[in-house]
């Protein structure tokens, strides 16, 4: 991923983020939360994907043989592209989100070498008819971290997570969690706009 991608994360997961869910949140990490051996393509998520009650769009199409190219627009008609991953880990879906490259960013190099590219993890409970999202919750995630400090590699700056943990720890953390309650959202339904 380029240094440009990540400066798109970081303002187009703010505003997906804040309109996915609202007590919940994505949890950045610097790794994905699965290998090549996870990801589970189906091709159901193709399409045109809208809720019930926001005026946004999800619009998926396929990226690479394994993968979708993610078009959030949000209510207020702002877009960012994401490439999109759905993987199973254990009995567990996620979509890995990460941001795509957008060419409309104009800053130098010298500032674009500053970014980075992060993931995020929303845990899929379906896919069809309507596909079913539950973002981990950020205060949730937060306070667990800083109670349990060894339960994930990560660090907190400008009071922020950041996970930084390897894969295999991420999927243990993300699937171990399901559960637990406030860890992860409510479910944020789509339903296709044909």
């Given amino acids: 991923m380029s240094p440009v991608s990540s400066h798109r994360c970081q303002s187009l997961i703010f505003v ?4 996915v869910v609202a007590i919940a949140g994505c949890v ?6 699965y290998t090549e ?17 926001q005026d946004e769009v999800w619009e998926f199409t396929k990226h690479s043989e394994n993968t979708y190219r993610l ?15 759905l993987v199973k880990v254990g009995d567990a879906r996620f979509l890995d989100l990460t941001p795509l490259e957008d060419p409309e ?16 993890w929303l845990l899929v409970e379906s896919t069809s008819p ?11 995630a937060k306070e667990h971290l800083q109670n349990h400090p060894l339960a994930l590699e990560h660090v907190i700056q400008n009071d922020r997570v950041l996970i930084t943990a390897e894969t295999k720890d991420i999927q243990e953390f993300a699937t171990l969690h399901i559960n637990t309650p406030e860890a992860y959202g409510e ?8």
């Fill in 28 to 33: 950045p990490s610097l790794n994905a939360i």
């Fill in 37 to 53: 051996e996870d990801i589970a393509f189906d091709e159901a998520v193709v399409g045109k994907w809208v809720p019930d009650d």
């Fill in 16 to 19: 997906l983020l804040v309109t």
């Fill in 187 to 194: 479910v944020y339904t789509l339903h296709k706009d044909e």
């Fill in 71 to 85: 078009m959030y627009r949000d209510s207020d008609n702002k877009h960012g592209v994401f490439e999109a991953t």
């Fill in 105 to 120: 960013l104009t800053q130098n190099a010298l500032w674009k070498w500053h970014l980075f590219s992060t993931h995020t």
């Fill in 130 to 140: 309507s596909i079913k999202l539950r973002a981990m919750n950020l205060n949730w």
